[in-house]
């Protein structure tokens, strides 16, 4: 299976709720990066976060990462409809190396 | 405008024919990367190149083939040997000398066989 598996596969919450997303993976990491993608289009970076950090935030973005379990976490806070995509952690050893999970479909309900 | 451009964004293809998706960056970057993504489905590797003349295999390269003749341009070609081509395939840079570095996407092809 894939190194970067996110969880949920689907989330669906109300415009100003808190969304989080899981991500595990199961090899050694340099980085661990989230992506957006909005349906039928390119991946857009969002946070990058180093294997020696365990939280980085970024506007209304709070990624966390526990290496000891493998696993980081993608919070979006006050969400908007706007933020309504797929989201995607991609971990590895960075360039060819980096590995992309299947996503979390994000809704937001205006 | 920096960036990193597609063409086509949808591409139609027949039994049997080779078809070449267009990737150009004007970034500068010296990685290029072509992923294949399925629905529902992370993004595979196909094929990446870290300098110009050279390319090498991702984890599904079988069925196609690209060309590094140039800094700015990484084309992919999805050859008849490729038995389910049907997908959305994107192409990425990245620098190069640091491992910590975001890769950028361009808008994707999508791939139909009909």
């Known amino acids: 299976s894939q190194q970067g598996e996110e969880d949920p596969q689907a989330l669906s919450i109300q415009e100003g709720e808190n969304a989080t997303m899981n991500c595990s993976y199961k090899t050694s990491i340099n980085n661990l990066q989230w992506y957006r993608q909005n349906s039928g289009r390119g991946l857009v970076h969002l946070i990058l976060?180093?294997?020696?950090?365990r939280e980085k935030h970024s506007g209304r973005l709070r990624v966390t990462l526990d290496t000891s379990k493998k696993s980081s976490s993608l919070l979006i806070t006050a969400s908007r409809a706007a933020d309504t995509a797929s989201y995607f952690c991609?971990?590895?050893?960075?360039?060819?190396?980096?590995?992309f999970g299947a996503g979390t479909r994000l809704f937001v309900k205006a | 405008d920096g960036g990193i451009t597609q063409s086509p964004k949808y591409l139609f293809r027949k039994e049997g024919q080779n078809v070449t998706l267009s990737c150009e960056q004007n970034?500068?970057?010296?990685?290029m990367y072509w992923y294949r993504q399925d629905p529902g489905q992370g993004l595979r590797l196909i094929y990446y190149?870290?300098?110009?003349?050279?390319?090498q295999k991702g984890d599904i390269a079988e069925g196609y083939s690209v060309s590094r003749e140039k800094k700015e341009s990484f084309p992919l070609t999805v050859t008849s040997a490729q038995k389910n081509p049907t997908a959305f395939y994107l192409c990425?840079?990245?620098?190069?000398?640091?491992?910590?570095?975001?890769?950028?996407f361009g808008q994707g092809t999508r791939l139909t066989v009909v």
């Open positions: 970034l500068n970057h010296d990685a």
């Open positions: 976060i180093r294997s020696n950090e």
């Open positions: 990425a840079s990245s620098m190069l000398g640091d491992r910590n570095t975001e890769a950028f």
């Open positions: 190149s870290q300098i110009v003349n050279d390319f």
């Open positions: 991609a971990s590895g050893g960075g360039g060819f190396k980096t590995i």
